[in-house]
């Protein structure tokens, strides 16, 4: 049996993995293992690495369904944390060794690379690098099955505030990826949804 101990870390950016190595058949095992009670609760599992050492880290990032907005709560957090700290400790292929596993949601500087992370982004500021096209830098108006609909920002003078120019499409096979601006403040415009910062909000 296990030794777990759950750890509330909301405020991890990317996905979590940290120094951990590549995904292996473990993290994979623990993936298959985890998912299920994390979809009862109404999340996604974003991802399970393992950090190596005589004290193995089990970390899980885990996130909301891409059609709602906001972020995890620390409430959540914890509450899944000692949901899955029970699977875990009654893994019947688990082999014996202590572990710590800690349990955070996706931070602002996580990359968009795949279109649930646009979904989760609407209503956001983005830099989008596009392939064979110049890069975007724009609010993420709508996103669907076929790609991202951004409001870019149009450049005037120095120390006047950028302009809206029209909105763009972009399909989703002409974008290498993109990432969240952190704006400390936005009011809402028509069309856009509005801004959500928490600390533990995904982009």
């Known amino acids: 049996m296990s030794n777990a101990e759950a750890t509330a870390s909301p405020d991890h950016t990317g996905t979590g993995s940290g120094s951990a190595p590549a995904h292996n058949p473990e993290a994979a095992r623990l993936r298959a293992l985890l998912e299920p009670a994390v979809q009862a609760n109404r999340l996604y599992l974003e991802d399970v690495a393992i950090i190596p050492g005589s004290h193995r880290v089990v970390h899980v990032v885990v996130d909301l369904p891409q059609e709602e907005s906001g972020g995890v709560s620390l409430d959540v957090i914890a509450d899944i944390s000692r949901v899955l700290s029970d699977v875990l400790d009654n893994d019947p292929n688990d082999d014996g060794r202590p572990y710590d596993l800690e349990v955070s949601s996706p931070g602002v500087g996580r990359p968009l690379t795949e279109p649930r992370h646009w979904y989760r982004a609407r209503g956001r500021m983005a830099k989008v690098n596009v392939i064979q096209g110049d890069n975007i830098t724009g609010r993420i108006q709508s996103v669907d099955d076929g790609g991202v609909t951004l409001v870019p920002e149009v ?49």
Request: glycine share 10%; hydrophobic share 25%; no cysteine.
């Open 155 to 203: 450049a005037v003078k120095k120390g006047m505030k950028p302009r809206q120019g029209e909105p763009v499409k972009l399909p989703f096979d002409r974008i290498r990826n993109g990432k969240v601006e952190i704006e400390f403040s936005h009011l809402p415009e028509d069309g856009l949804e509005p801004e959500h910062n928490g600390p533990s909000e995904e982009a």
